[in-house]
């Protein structure tokens, strides 16, 4: 409505101004549940019961068994800006959730809310009701437990726009259900229940233990215990911030993108920041399209972050935000290091559990052929069973043969009996430096693919370019990151046009260009490329720099950009690694298994495979049925 007459000011109908509010706060039930769950929560309570009709649309009750509120404070909770938290006037000093005062006078403004409430002083509860932001009755005494009972009817009847855009009451009641897993997952020693007029969603106990065993058991009920058994505790701490939390192994691959659970000093947020670490944590061992399992607590100094960076409290902003994601994606990676250390054992069970299932579908040996194609191929006989004699050829002139008739001498998977010490072939390291070795011996090579090695009487397969792959990506990495990439001089140098903009970029981040391994000259609009990183030796050069420059357009800290290179730098290092039908030596295979050990995540392949499987002796056993 626009006029050429100036119109009077004047001030917001109050209830108005209550409705303006609730609108950045209360968009569906789930904010409504959000603000009175907080509100428990500031007030100390060990028990919280959440009940929903239609999602929360019609109906919502929220009851705690904590401070109460007392009968002459009542009205004082449903006035604007009246809060009891912010004791010291001091906005960066907040302990608890709430602090603005107006959540349930804006809620009060659009529904119909009812509180119940009895402090400890108390004989008596009290019960107060507002309609549509109308005081519709005073503090009355009501029987009431210790505690407070917020009921919220027929949200937005009193602003109608607002009710056509809520979902239907599934979509709402599964959003109300994942904030208060979240909820929950924040508060390990709060027991929660969530029910709907038909059946009970959640139920989450506090099992009689000790602290450190809540947030264990708590993460157990909420995401299940077939998840947490393929997570990895941790925490980490340095100065003013500290980490800690959950995340799925590298080899989990049952994550879905809801299982990322994010807080900070116990509140439930959304922050890029830490989404983005986690996921760069990621970058190099999950498959793209998988997700990890995530439950991250930051804690921060209250100085450091802004919690009041939006109404709903969701965002936070930090003071200093690269300081936070190199702190999160450093204890993530350390994390998953560590991890990354443990992930074989599952893989063995893995391995044998299916192994033993093929078998299970074979009645015995005699029945069926012996299931070995290569020594199929010397005997043309097609017989179907497996005789003594068969067993003497496979141990004596068959697998003798088969390595005269390989022209490479590293044919050292021979019997003990004919192996003796004078037979010993002078390139097979000596057997007595070798058991120190976590991953072993190598024994030969099969299909010019994988490794088999045997440590201490276990058997180790190692897929031999998955693991050249994550060697030369963490080779690359450390370059990368101790600027120490090698270069290699062009002949000619490549002269390439730039526009102002890339002139700018260019200067800007000269020094982390540099560092990638290009060394460079700029005269005006035209850069002059001496040298490039070996790596990338007869790449498309202009190209290369097209795309250096793109990214830098696109993101700009430094940190990032010399990570995204790496991945790009990386897919070129996956093409020049040691491949699958690469013919090795003895001392070949020995040197990348000596070279796996000392490199981390070796147990990974970039993408995210398994390089290696251990089957301990043990686990032979049971194949064989020893045991
Ligand atoms: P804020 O939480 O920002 O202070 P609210 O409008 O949510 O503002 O609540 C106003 C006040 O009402 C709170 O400061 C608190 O003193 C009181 N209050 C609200 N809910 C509860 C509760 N469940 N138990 C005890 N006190 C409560
Ligand atoms: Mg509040």
Do not use: W
């Not at 340095?238 to 879905?256: A, D, Q």
């Not at 060697?471 to 450390?478: A, R």
């Amino acid at each position: 409505m626009i006029t050429t007459d100036a119109a009077p000011i004047r001030y917001l109908d109050p209830i108005l101004v209550n409705q303006i509010a609730a609108g950045e706060v209360v968009e569906r039930p789930l904010n409504v549940v959000k603000e009175l769950v907080e509100n428990a929560l500031d007030a100390g309570s060990t028990s919280i019961n959440i009940t929903l009709y239609e999602g929360g649309k019609t109906y919502i009750k929220v009851q705690d068994n904590g401070a109460g509120i007392a009968s002459s404070q009542l009205s004082m909770a449903l006035s604007r800006h009246a809060t009891s938290k912010i004791p010291d006037n001091d906005l960066f000093n907040i302990q608890s959730f709430g602090f603005r005062g107006e959540a349930l006078p804006s809620i009060a403004s659009i529904a119909r809310v009812a509180i119940s409430s009895r402090t400890k002083n108390d004989d008596t509860g009290y019960r107060i009701k507002m309609d549509g932001g109308e005081l519709k009755q005073d503090a009355t005494p009501v029987r009431s437990d210790f505690g407070t009972t917020v009921e919220v009817s027929d949200l937005f009847y009193a602003t109608p726009v607002r009710l056509k855009f809520l979902k239907t009451a599934g979509t709402e009641q599964a959003h109300v259900t994942d904030l208060v897993k979240k909820l929950a997952l924040a508060n390990p020693a709060v027991a929660f229940t969530l029910e709907t007029d038909k059946k009970t969603i959640l139920d989450l106990k506090v099992h009689d233990q000790t602290s450190i065993t809540h947030l264990k058991n708590r993460l157990d009920d909420v995401l299940s215990k077939q998840v947490t058994e393929n997570c990895t505790l941790f925490n980490a701490k340095r100065e003013g911030i500290s980490i800690k939390g959950m995340i799925s192994l590298p080899t989990f691959s049952g994550g879905r993108a809801s299982d990322q659970y994010m807080f900070v000093n116990s509140r439930v947020v959304r922050d890029k920041i830490m989404m983005n670490a986690l996921k760069f944590a990621y970058r190099d061992i999950l498959e793209h399209n998988r997700h990890p399992v995530a439950v991250l607590f930051l804690e921060i100094d209250p100085f450091m972050v802004d919690l009041n960076a939006h109404p709903n409290k969701t965002e936070v902003r930090f003071r200093d935000g690269q300081l936070v994601r190199s702190f999160v994606l450093s204890s993530l990676s350390e994390a998953l290091r560590e991890a990354s250390r443990n992930t074989t054992n599952a893989l063995a069970a893995k391995a044998v559990a299916y192994i033993t299932k093929e078998q299970e579908g074979r009645s015995a040996c005699s029945a069926t052929p012996f299931p070995r194609a290569s020594s199929a191929a010397f005997k043309p006989s097609g017989r179907t069973s497996f005789s003594t004699q068969d067993r003497h050829q496979f141990q004596g002139s068959t697998a003798v043969r088969s390595f005269q008739d390989d022209p490479m001498p590293f044919a050292s998977y021979v019997e003990p009996k004919v192996y003796t010490e004078t037979h010993r072939d002078p390139v097979v390291p000596v057997m007595a430096v070798e058991h120190d070795f976590p991953l072993g011996s190598a024994r030969c090579q099969i299909d010019a693919t994988y490794i088999v090695s045997e440590k201490d009487g276990d058997l180790i397969l190692v897929d031999q370019h998955a693991a050249a792959e994550r060697l030369t990506y963490e080779k690359l990495k450390n370059q990368i990151l101790h600027k120490a990439i090698p270069r290699s001089a062009l002949l000619l140098p490549e002269m390439i046009d730039l526009s102002d903009m890339d002139v700018a970029l260019i200067t800007e981040h000269e020094q982390d260009i540099q560092n990638l391994g290009f060394v460079f000259d700029l005269y005006g609009k035209t850069i002059s490329l001496k040298e490039v990183p070996i790596l990338l030796e007869g790449c498309d050069v202009k190209q290369l720099l097209r795309d250096l420059l793109n990214d830098l357009t696109v993101h700009d800290a430094p940190v990032d950009f010399l990570m995204r290179q790496m991945e790009k730098l990386s897919t070129h290092a996956c093409h020049t690694s040691l491949r699958a039908g690469d013919v090795m030596n003895i001392a070949q295979m020995n040197a990348l298994l000596r070279q796996m050990e000392s490199t981390d995540f070796s147990a990974q392949c970039n993408h995210g495979r398994p390089t290696y499987v251990r089957l301990v002796k043990k686990d032979i056993e049971k194949l064989f049925e020893r045991r």
